[in-house]
């Protein structure tokens, strides 16, 4: 079987950078926009989209229709990836879609032990403790812990079924909506959706909380 | 067997800073320089997300362990774009020329970037045979969990549920294998599963025995139990 032969390059080049971790980027990016591979307007861009455009507003719209519409959760259930694309949220890190729901009997949480997989068109992109180790460690062997340092206690006849997303496919929970929402319209309704609801990692927003 | 990135299951990493919901997308404004660079690097096409993952995971493990998260991103975006020639090690050294590569003719454009994160790169391929295994099937995990075509390689088989049985819960139809596309040995698609584990089947002291662990595993991963 071959080796894979990176292992034998002892200088990695990334070394030739500065160390400082703003002055590296900066680096690459100065090489790589004077040599035309980079258009320094379309990192602007990039930047723009997700620090004002994709964000967990999107998945909030999603879960709040599906507390709504009986007939768009069904197909949200069945087959998520065209049902959020009639939302208008497909696309990079967002090809395969699946909706999880949350229920008296099941709790779902969303991990990626390997990386840091995300569903971005509908949660943006993740935040730091999603990224870190001690997340990345633990959420598969003691999701329990997990939650409670979010604030987050379940029953023990709750079972928590954590997906370690190690493919393309990124999941989205579905909260349980909160007990006095009934006759709400769809856009109160996402105000009480958060991020880590829809990761599994918090619970809906009550009205009056 | 396994490299450093792949920690579920690790005993010693501390507590969860969960943050709050109005902390800023982006920590310090060089994360977002880091994150839209090596994007814009990434539409130059000279590499696929599986070799830009492997490339992560195979910094030496003190400088994985040690970097934040977008050094990471950094320093494998370095290491590709001179393994890939984009850049030379003179380049990087602050002694290469300027003159403009032909390459900088698939530079991303502003008004592109829309479009080409509108299409991301879905994974699903057309399949004509049919799935070895159905939902509710019994299947066990290879063990160890390691790239079976390239010693060392690339794999999405977490080493904790390396030789764990678990039941099928849907089969996503084929998808790019990430052993073979990381290393440049073409897409070869097979059929991508979700199988479900029961916590007492991958820890030694499971939280609550009705508590489970799903993966998505190709089938080249699994075996029938």
């Known amino acids: 079987m071959p ?34 591979l980079i258009e320094p307007a379309a990192l602007d861009e990039i930047i723009d989209t997700y620090q004002n455009r994709i964000g ?24 998520a990836t065209p049902v959020v694309a009639d939302l208008g949220f497909f696309g990079r890190q967002g090809e395969h879609v699946i909706a999880v729901e949350n229920t008296a009997t099941q709790h779902n ?24 180790d001690a997340y990345r460690s633990r959420a598969v062997r003691e999701p329990r812990k997990v939650l409670a340092e979010f604030g987050v206690t379940l029953p023990d006849e ?28 769809v856009d109160d309704l996402a105000r009480l959706v958060t991020r880590d609801s829809m990761v599994g990692t918090g619970l809906a927003r009550s009205p009056g909380a | 067997m396994t490299r450093v990135h792949d920690m579920g299951g690790r005993f010693g990493d501390g507590p969860i800073n969960p943050g ?16 839209a660079v090596t994007l814009a690097a990434g539409a130059l096409g000279q590499w696929n997300l599986d070799m830009s993952r492997h ?8 400088d994985y362990a040690g970097f934040s998260y977008f050094e990471k991103w950094t320093a494998a975006l370095a290491n590709l774009l001179v393994e890939t020639g984009v850049l030379s090690a003179d380049d990087l050294r602050g002694q290469g020329d300027e003159s403009r590569p032909a390459l900088a003719d698939r530079a991303l454009k502003a008004e592109n970037v829309a479009a080409a994160f509108a299409t991301g790169g879905p994974t699903d391929r057309p399949f004509d045979g049919v799935p070895a295994f159905a939902p509710g099937q019994r299947v066990r995990t ?24 678990g039941a099928v819960l849907r089969c996503h139809g084929a998808h790019v294998l990430p052993d073979a596309h990381a290393h440049g040995l073409g897409e070869a698609p097979e059929p991508l599963y979700t199988v479900v584990f029961p916590a007492g089947e991958l820890w030694a002291a499971p939280e609550n025995p009705r508590d489970e662990v799903t993966l998505d595993l190709w089938q080249s991963y699994l075996e029938p139990a």
Request: aromatic fraction near 6%; charge should be neutral.
């Open chain 2, 55 to 62: 490339a992560r995971e195979r910094l030496a493990p003190k």
């Open chain 1, 3 to 36: 080796h894979d032969h990176h292992d034998h390059d002892h200088d990695d080049p990334h070394a030739l950078l500065p160390p400082d971790p703003a002055l590296r980027v900066r680096a690459l990016e100065t090489l790589l926009a004077r040599k035309g």
């Open chain 2, 142 to 165: 290879l063990r160890p969990a390691a790239n079976r075509l390239v010693d060392g390689g690339h794999t999405r088989l977490p080493a904790y549920a390396a030789g764990a049985v």
């Open chain 1, 56 to 79: 967990p507003r999107n998945g909030a719209q999603v879960v709040a229709r599906a507390w709504a519409d009986p007939e768009f959760r069904a197909a949200l259930l069945q087959d």
């Open chain 2, 20 to 35: 709050a919901p109005d902390d800023p997308v982006f920590e310090q404004d060089w994360h977002a320089r880091a994150l």
């Open chain 1, 158 to 185: 709750t079972a928590v079924r954590v997906w370690d997303s190690t493919a393309e496919v990124r999941y989205l929970v579905i909260p349980r909506r909160p007990e006095g929402t009934e006759g709400m319209g």
């Open chain 1, 109 to 132: 949480m969303v991990v990626c032990t390997l990386c840091s997989c995300y569903p971005w068109p509908l949660l943006g992109i993740p935040p730091a403790w999603y990224k870190s």
